[in-house]
């Protein structure tokens, strides 16, 4: 008896130990990165961090970035829609591979794929020879960057809505077509409604990668302070040139952002489950 009872405290306590190392592992590598990101931009107080919100270059990296998230969500939003419905509700030669291409942007390095579109798009890229008669700049250029934009956050509408499509009961899509619906009322009425939250929560995981990319850009844009410079490259060219207050401060506005996400992602998460 006395070694059951025993052994159930050495589980308790392992258990307990167990829980404790999570809590600091996600401490170490969570909150306090977080924490001292608000603690170094407002060091020197308040004062110094809205002077750097003012500053030029950074309103100009916010206007960007905008721009970029306002190019590449409502593109992907409407790709993610047809694709998910085309993928769901057809059957046809090689859509495995279509499905398997879905998740390229996942597993290929954000690196990579700046570096591939300067191989495209560059002076000596396969396109080079159109771009140099029509004088249309893709790399180091805003066009290069939303083509790496839309690259990166391609899968995340279509990614949510393919498994809400497929669980879908098809006897209200043609209940609705045999009333004489067309295919946009059936959409509209029917396949929308039941599609709404998993659309939103794509949406916003779009927008947040949009908002959030580093690597890609940076490669196709060149990191042209007060051209090509987004928030995040903002934050990188700050920090390299020691002005770490605006980098910080840069910083505190993507937490902020990210924050956001966070908690519209979690009320979007608890509709879906009702």
């Known amino acids: 008896m006395m070694g059951l009872v025993r052994s159930g405290e050495i589980d308790t306590v392992g258990k307990k130990a167990l829980v404790g190392v999570a809590f600091a592992y996600v401490g170490l590598v969570l909150f306090v990165p977080f924490v001292n990101v608000f603690v170094q931009a407002f060091g020197n107080g308040v004062g110094p961090f809205i002077e750097h919100l003012l500053d030029e270059d950074f309103l100009h990296a916010v206007k960007l970035t905008l721009l970029l998230a306002l190019v590449a969500v ?7 829609i047809v694709a998910a ?33 300067v191989l ?11 771009i140099r008669a029509t004088g249309f700049n893709v790399v180091f250029a805003f066009p290069g960057m939303a083509l790496a934009t839309l690259f990166v956050t391609l899968p995340f509408v279509v990614r949510e809505l393919i498994p809400i499509l497929e ?12 009333l004489g619906a067309s295919d946009w009322e059936v959409f509209w009425n029917v396949t929308l409604p039941n599609i709404r939250w998993g659309l939103l929560y794509g949406v916003i995981l779009t927008n947040a990668r949009a908002m959030g990319e ?32 605006a980098a910080f401060s840069a910083s505190v506005l993507l937490s902020f952002l990210a924050l956001g996400t966070l908690f519209i992602k979690d009320i979007l998460e608890r509709k879906t489950s009702e």
Not at 92 to 117: A, E, N
Not at 120 to 130: D, K, S
């Open 214 to 245: 580093f690597g890609a850009v940076s490669v196709i844009s060149g990191n042209i302070i007060g051209k090509t410079q987004t928030l995040t490259l903002y934050v990188e060219s700050a920090y390299k040139e020691y002005n770490t207050e």
């Open 74 to 80: 409502p593109i992907n939003t409407v790709f993610g």
């Open 120 to 130: 495209l798009y560059g002076r000596e890229g396969w396109f080079a020879p159109v």
């Open 167 to 178: 669980a879908m009961d098809m006897a209200e899509e043609e209940a609705a077509r045999t």
């Open 85 to 117: 419905i085309q993928l769901t509700r057809n059957e046809f030669w090689g859509k495995t591979f279509v499905m398997s291409m879905l998740d390229l942007p996942f597993s290929i390095s954000p690196v990579v794929t700046g570096l591939m579109l």
